[in-house]
């Protein structure tokens, strides 16, 4: 039986094509998404983690009415990288699936983004579906069409957009999930809010103990709120002109935690949660929030069991880090700030020495 439903009619819409967010309680994962494969291919591709929780009954239920083989990748952000998508393209050849194929994400925003670039790249680009079983990929990752893998020097270096034919989040997933993981999660959840939705920020600070004892209801609103909040800026700058670029707040202070700390010892999330932190004081220093607002940011991060600094790195190093970043224009760095709280901009007018204070 198909439990109570969370959203209907919420639609992504993209040059290449509008597709839906379903967002149930508790679904039959196989029902839900037959209708949005169109040929008799099917590659599930999931990690060794996900696939002992979820895989069984969908393969079952899927292989009923299409050719179906699964691709098992290891688990972990170490593995987003190029001999992974080897992997899926060599599932793919041993098929002889052709353009034909639907690829199925399930898992985590790790599983999506690789198997959105793998569903872009083969072949010149095949369809996919995002089954999210993350609180993150869930509130994000699943959402927009940002796809691709890792470089040793910096995250997310390699990728296309290519947006999916649809995203089931299954409430459920989320009670098998880490603590660790749904709190990495709730940094993105709070990413909204600071960015675009003060009120948002309010009823956080009312529903994160609730969303840390797992309320599937409250957890099914947020991703709503978060999934509406994410299609409204995709709908209006899909390849990040310039709006969709304020998703990315926290992120760049994050990406130079997370390639210095090594992919997977910090959390992309927990990363992002130290990282809005560091945006968040600069964003004091340029006198945009008060030290109450940061203490808000940081109670709110608090709530949801998140890291409000970030490890030690030297100033030199995370300079050199943040020179990688995909937001770099004409050598400058540009940062997301806030001006205030649910208000965000994208902005390279800040004293190199205000960022400085920051990193050290
Ligand atoms: P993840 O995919 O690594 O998943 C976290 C962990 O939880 C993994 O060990 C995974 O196997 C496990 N897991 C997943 N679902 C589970 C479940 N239901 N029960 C038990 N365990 C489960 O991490 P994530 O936080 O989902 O995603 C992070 C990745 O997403 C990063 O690579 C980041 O760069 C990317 N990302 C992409 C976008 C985008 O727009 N494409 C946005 C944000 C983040
Ligand atoms: N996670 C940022 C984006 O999708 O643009």
Redesign the pocket.
Known sequence: MVMPLFSDGLTVHTQSHDYPIIIRAKSTIAEQIAPYISGRQVLIVS????AP??LQPLQEQLAKRFTVAVCILP???QY?NQASIDQIYDALMAQHFNRDVTLIAL???????MT?FAAASFMRGVNFIQI??????QV?????????I?HRQG??MIGAFWQPQMVLADMS??????AR?LS??LA?VIKYALIMDSEFLTWLEQNLPAMMALDLAILGEAVKRCCEYKATVVAQDEREAGLRAL?NFGHTFGHVIETHEGY?NW???EAVAAGMVQAAKLSQKMGWLSVDDVERIKHVLKLANLPTEPPPIAVDTALDLMGHDKKVKQGQIRLILLKSLGQAVLTDDFEASLLTEVLS
């Not at 898992?107 to 983004?113: K, P, S």
């Not at 999210?132 to 990929?137: D, F, G, I, N, R």
């Not at 994000?140 to 691709?148: A, H, Q, R």
């Not at 997933?173 to 880490?178: A, Y």
Request: no cysteine.
């Open positions: 990690n060794d983690t996900v929780l979820y688990d972990g952000e987003k898992g985590g925003g790790v599983i999506g983004d959105g999210p079983t993350t609180l993150l990929s994000d990752s699943s959402v927009g069409g940002k796809t691709g890792n995250k997310n997933t989320l009670q098998t999930l880490p993981e990495a999660g993105e998703l997977g959390l992309h999330g």
